[in-house]
């Protein structure tokens, strides 16, 4: 797995992009996910509901510059539900404090109750963008 600096981050210098595709399942399990050798990163349900840890490969990254992440829906599950989450968030960022390897929590919150953890849908196609500085 090699990564490429990403070109078009303005006045940015050594920057790149992890995008990393997990499928949810029941109760919030990862049922699939792509490839370490593809993407570079691992991702894991961790025990809180809505929350997923990525470890990403070796260390040495300088800075942690944000993430976001894309949800593409099936036909049927209904998003914004009081029961789901659809907001999200980083936490426990881990990549710029020389812990190895390093990791970021995902943490998928309902909006509608006071942003408490929340599970996605189960068939929620989930795509985690994450950028760092090398």
Known sequence: MSFMPAGYV?????????IHTITIGASGAISSQDAAADSGVV??????AG???????????????GAYTILIGDATNQFGAVSVGFDSLCRAEHIDDATNPP????????????????DLPSGTVVKIHTCVEF
């Open 103 to 118: 990791t970021v929590i995902v943490q998928f919150v309902n909006s509608s109750t006071n942003y408490t953890d929340a």
């Open 10 to 18: 303005w006045n940015r210098r050594n920057v790149a992009w992890f």
């Open 51 to 65: 929350r997923y840890t990525l470890t990403f490969p070796g260390k040495g990254f300088r800075k942690f510059q």
């Open 43 to 48: 991702a894991a349900k961790a025990s809180q």
